[in-house]
């Protein structure tokens, strides 16, 4: 018997239970540091500096941030269902739980590249993009065949989300999408469930009561990740 596809679009809420600081919403990290300093190119141009140092300090402490029930639940869904994360998260945790397939639409925080690199220019080729773990990376360090910066694998306001088209593609062969962790208010991953086939069965899990209006026609579990994943799963093993 084939099995269903099943595709979880997944944002920085399914993350927070695990303790990684969320970019919108009470303390987020947008809310203590401009978002035009740290996460524009154009903040990158004037200060490199700042930038690498905010990364730094967040990929640090991703090291001992745990993946919770929630991204444990997502990889077992892979017992019974073709899997595919695609998420917000610039984190490894769906990784690390046990996911097989995870599209990063927004990057890695684990990963860096040379700032003249993965660019339209070459086909956003991933061939000097390097996996650093939780290492910083100062003023200094180059890589690239031009041995340029080391800037943070990171898709910024104002770049081109290269995986978008990807995840297209994959909610349109979508059986199941789970929409998890996400207040849908980040363009253009938000507009992705409109790539549901008719067919579909959507999904969202989300503690505000509010957002079970904005997706029309969709199941919604209102809760938290952890608590709305243990639903999910009971509700799919019906």
């Known amino acids: 018997m084939n099995k269903k596809n099943l595709v979880v679009l997944s944002g920085s ?29 154009e903040g990158w141009r004037r200060n490199p500096a700042k930038v690498l140092a905010f990364y730094n300090k ?4 991703l090291k001992d941030i745990q993946p919770n029930e929630a991204h444990r639940i997502v ?18 945790l769906h990784e690390r739980a046990g996911s097989t397939r995870v ?7 684990t990963k860096v590249r040379p700032e003249d690199c993965y660019t339209d220019y070459d086909g956003y080729s991933l061939k000097y993009v390097q996996d650093i773990g939780y290492s910083p990376v100062e003023l200094g360090r180059t890589g690239g065949p031009r041995s340029k910066q080391l800037r943070p694998h990171i898709v910024w306001f104002g770049e081109a989300v290269p995986n978008l088209e990807t995840a297209a593609r994959l909610v349109s062969l979508a059986d199941i999408l789970v929409i998890v962790g996400t ?24 503690p505000d009561s509010h957002l079970g209006h904005q997706v029309p026609g969709v199941t919604f579990i209102n809760d938290v990740a952890t608590a709305g994943m ?8 019906e």
């Open 103 to 109: 599209v990063h639409l927004h990057g890695e925080l």
């Open 13 to 41: 809420g399914i993350s927070a239970e695990s303790g990684m600081s969320t970019f919108r919403g009470g303390n987020g990290l947008w809310d203590n540091v401009p978002v035009e300093e740290i996460c524009t190119p």
């Open 75 to 92: 990889a077992q869904l892979e017992d019974d269902y073709n899997v595919c994360v695609v998420t917000q998260n610039v984190d490894n």
């Open 183 to 206: 207040s849908l208010q980040v363009y253009p991953a938000a507009s992705l469930y409109h790539y549901a086939p008719d067919k579909c069965r959507i999904f969202l899990i989300d």
């Open 230 to 237: 243990r639903k999910l799963k009971s509700i799919l093993s």
């Open 58 to 61: 967040l990929r640090a402490s």
